[in-house]
């Protein structure tokens, strides 16, 4: 059985001042660059307590939320009787393993990617649970020197090269890829560029 890396964390993981902030920017980054509409089906990927979900919840119909971690699910199953969407969890990794039975208009997701070992797979296999025409939009940071990260959390990747990360995306199928600048992550230890990267599964 994976270890959940936020098991410790998940309790009070909302209240950390500096992540409510760059979750917001995140989600502003996302609203105004992605054509998202009130009867949207979104897929947040790495949900985990529900940040993301909870921001982007007003604008969409439904919300599938997944995430490895059942600390981090549990957390987000206490907020959804107050979110103004259609909620679903899914307890899982979506790395490996059957994928869930659906299809979405668009994927969003916010600090996820740097634990994911595979990228260039995850993306293919993203691409899959997407309508034609529906996008995905990934926050993370740019490159840094592993100071990010002062705790166990799975980490896999320092950060990324923004060119790879278009290279990787468009490899897997999606077409009009972009990536601009998203916010930057202030912490005590060090400022830290984030980007949000996107792109659309073909229509054919």
């Known amino acids: 059985m ?7 964390r998940a309790t009070g993981y909302d209240e950390t001042v500096y992540r409510l902030r760059y979750v917001d920017e995140m989600a502003e980054a996302i609203r ?3 054509p998202i509409s009130n009867t949207m089906h ?10 993301l ?9 439904e919300i599938t939320a997944v995430d490895i971690s059942p600390s ?29 039975e659906i299809r979405v208009d668009g994927i969003v997701s916010t600090m996820t990617l740097h634990h994911i070992e595979d990228v260039p797979a ?9 309508e034609p025409g529906g996008f995905a939009a990934f926050c993370d940071i740019d490159t840094e020197d592993g100071s990010f990260h002062t705790l166990d959390t799975g980490v896999k990747h320092l950060g990324f090269d923004r060119e790879k990360m278009v290279q990787w995306m468009k490899e897997a199928g999606f077409e009009n890829v972009e990536i601009r600048d998203a916010t930057v992550i202030r912490k ?15 229509q054919n």
Not at 43 to 49: E, K, M, R
């Open 32 to 34: 105004r660059h992605l």
């Open 188 to 202: 005590p230890q060090g400022d830290y560029p984030a980007f949000l990267l996107s792109g659309y599964r073909p």
């Open 2 to 8: 994976k270890k959940d890396h936020f098991a410790a």
């Open 122 to 130: 995850l993306f293919r296999r993203l691409l899959t649970l997407l």
């Open 53 to 61: 979900t909870e921001r982007i919840a007003p604008e969409v119909s």
């Open 72 to 100: 981090m699910i549990s957390q987000l199953q206490e907020k959804s009787h107050s979110l103004p969407c259609r909620l679903s969890l899914i307890q899982q990794d979506l790395c490996r393993g059957e994928l869930p």
């Open 42 to 51: 979104l897929l947040d990927f790495g949900a985990g307590t529900g940040l």
